[in-house]
């Protein structure tokens, strides 16, 4: 079972993009797009259900709730996800992010009350969020076509493989208990919720201002797993283009 909910890759591109001003696509990330008919349809399709459904629910949790009640649920949900960023720091062979991600879960876990509160922020320990698809892309692996997949959005092979290897890397995947099954499902849900309430924003503009949204995400999407996978750091040769044939 993935660990994206069926709406949250229609929402996940808001939160792809709320670190870039880009509202056009330059010509060479248009590349590597073999099935663009078929993805622009999907994506169609997608942005349809997330204005009947997501968009609505987010503006009213924005609404009904105030924002250190919104902080607290992100940062427990972020808190969660450190056992699969620890993972995969480690496969990267990064030991001080690792120390910083273990630091971070250790003190949040307890100190935070279950993450509910970033004490570990507070006391000068940076956050910073892995996954397996950026692994692939620091030990080489390309990207591969451009792909959007129904209810999950921009997913390319990189990512989808990417996808299903944190699922096994996450603790919560094997622990059962009783009341587990619903617990995970009340993630998954808050998960969805909370990455697009802290979106609204970043999409509208995108959608106000991209003369073509497809190529302005697809664009976005691009620009930012790529400064994902450089942790921030000025891009290099030996770093995969995901414009590259």
Known sequence: MRRRSILLAVTLLGALTGGCSTTHA????????????????????NAKIDHAVARPVAIFYNHAFPEPVRDSVHNALTNLNKPVVFANDFLQGDGMRANQTLARFLVNSTVGVGGLFDIAGLIGVPDHSEDFGQTLGIWGVDEGPY???PFMGPDPPRDLAGDAVDIGLDPLTYISFHGSDTLYAVRSGAAVLDLRARNVDTVDQIERTSIDVYATTRSLYRQYRNAQIRNGAPEAQDIPDATDP
């Open 26 to 45: 330059p010509d060479a990330l248009a590349q590597n797009d073999p099935y663009e008919p078929t993805n622009r349809a999907v994506f169609d399709m």
């Open 147 to 149: 792909l959007v997949l």
